[in-house]
């Protein structure tokens, strides 16, 4: 289900920093400024331990950073309340394991609840709406399995189809694609460029580089806690700053369906090895 937002969509941060491990930890965010509006589809990309991930579970209130503000649309993130932020913004965890046996059409129903004045009897139109979710998904012939028995890339169409339900203007994606075939990962994107379009904000963390110059408008590139870059994807993705970013030497280029590509660099006495 997708629907254009009442109205445009906004999110903001200053000078986030989010340390962990006491005096002797690490600082994972540091001193981290960002802003987003709706029709956006951000790429959040870099190396592992770039702090990708604890960006976006601080963007979706989940972890608390101990110095900055987000605002969403306009207004401080921790004074918004539970049900009024869950009306607003949706998020899904890059772990998408349940630990109860629930049939997946109720993982998918829970998407309803910011909504629901009665949990215990939905409305017609939020059965439906749930149906159409999973449809949009791919995953309506799992709705009667126990979401415990399903694969992982089937649990994570299940908890996207949750996030459908949801509805709101504001879309956080933590690796969305991971655990998804091809022709999956390829429909995931395609209905994150459709949120987009509809006028919502969808952020998203992504690995593939390709898969982000083709899905976004936008794309950060993180590293050690900061945005090192921000921009359109082919100015953000170009050899200095991958090069920068990763470690790895690579050579960009337009591959023959005129999309955005790259090919690791070989040294000849790599090659020799």
């Not at 937002?5 to 906004?10: A, E, I, L």
């Not at 009306?87 to 609840?113: A, C, K, N, W, Y």
């Not at 921000?230 to 050899?239: A, I, K, M």
């Not at 920068?244 to 960009?252: E, L, R």
Request: hydrophobic share 40%.
């Amino acid at each position: 289900m997708i629907t254009k937002p009442k109205t445009s969509p906004t999110i903001s941060c200053h000078d986030l920093t989010y340390h962990v491990g006491g005096k002797e930890g690490r600082d994972i965010l540091i001193n981290l400024s960002f802003t987003a509006k709706g029709g956006e589809i951000i790429g959040i990309c870099g190396p592992n331990g770039a702090g990708k991930s604890t960006f976006l579970k601080a963007l979706g209130g989940l972890i608390r950073p101990q110095q900055g503000q987000i605002m969403i649309n306009g207004q401080p993130l921790t004074q918004i309340k539970t049900r009024s932020l869950a009306r607003e913004l949706s998020f899904l965890p890059q772990d998408t394991q349940v630990p109860f046996d629930f049939p997946s059409r109720d993982i998918v129903l829970m998407g309803r609840h910011p909504y629901a004045a009665n949990l215990a009897a939905w409305s017609a139109a939020d059965l439906a709406i749930v149906d159409r979710c999973m449809d949009a998904a791919e995953c309506r012939a799992e709705a009667d399995q126990l979401v415990t028995t399903l694969s992982g890339g089937e649990r994570q169409r299940v908890m996207i189809a949750r996030l459908l339900a949801q509805d709101t203007p504001i879309v956080l994606l933590d690796e969305m694609t991971a655990n998804q075939d091809i022709r999956h990962a390829s429909l995931l994107l395609d209905l994150a460029q459709r949120l987009a379009a509809s006028g919502k904000l969808v952020i998203m963390v992504l690995h593939d580089l390709r898969a982000a110059a083709r899905a976004c408008s936008r794309v950060c590139l993180m590293h050690h806690g900061q945005i090192v870059a921000d921009g359109e994807p082919v100015d953000v993705l170009h050899e200095g700053h991958i090069e920068f970013v990763y470690g790895i030497p690579v050579k960009t280029f337009i591959n023959p369906f005129g999309e955005w590509d790259f090919d690791i660099s070989r040294h000849d006495e790599d090659a020799q090895l």
